[in-house]
């Protein structure tokens, strides 16, 4: 399903696309930073608490970061057998279902629960409880609200797109002059 652009998804996804593309190489760090902490664990005898909290760090920023542009990519898992047998039409409404009744539902309550969550980190000066951990847990912590709320503006972008799809498409494409 080709959806078009209109205003809202011209102004936010430049926005999310830049987070997903420089999130990317996050990984490329995460992995040099496992290949290290294996080489210093079994090669010289010297396992680091902060090596192995820092690639949890990468990963959970990676990823968290990384949803918004993933939605925005329409690469998020679905059953594809049977939506692909679909009609564009039919799709549309599905997607339009979709995010009023689960995805949307979902980052709101994630987006309100998770504020004062990072919050009280910050407030208590959280660090890690491991010995050697890392300090400043109110970063990570951030990065959950911080990912869903890019997840939200590719929401808004993704529901104004398929909006207009649904909606503005059939009266002679006006959500090109827009």
């Given amino acids: ?19 997903g593309e420089s999130i990317s190489w996050i990984w490329l760090l995460l992995l040099f930073t496992i290949v290290f902490n294996v080489v210093l664990r079994y090669a010289f005898g010297q396992g680091r608490i902060e090596l192995e909290e820092i690639q949890w760090h990468l990963y959970s920023t990676g990823f968290l970061l990384g949803i918004g542009y993933t939605f925005q990519l329409d690469g998020h898992v679905r059953v594809d057998v ?33 504020a004062p969550f990072v919050a009280s980190s910050y407030a208590l000066s959280e660090v890690s409880v491991s010995p050697g951990g890392l300090p400043f847990r109110w970063v990570i912590k951030s990065m959950l609200f911080i990912g869903f709320f890019l997840l939200l503006l590719a929401i808004v972008s993704r529901f104004s797109r398929v909006w207009s799809f649904l909606f503005l498409s059939q009266t002679g494409d006006r959500h090109e002059s827009q």
């Fill in 82 to 114: 049977v939506h692909e047998r679909l009609s564009p039409r039919t799709q549309g409404w599905l997607e339009l279902y979709g995010i009023l009744l689960c995805v949307l539902p979902f980052t709101a309550l994630i987006l309100v629960f998770s």
């Fill in 1 to 19: 399903m080709q959806l078009p652009s209109t205003v809202i998804s011209r102004r936010i996804d430049p926005l999310i696309t830049w987070v």
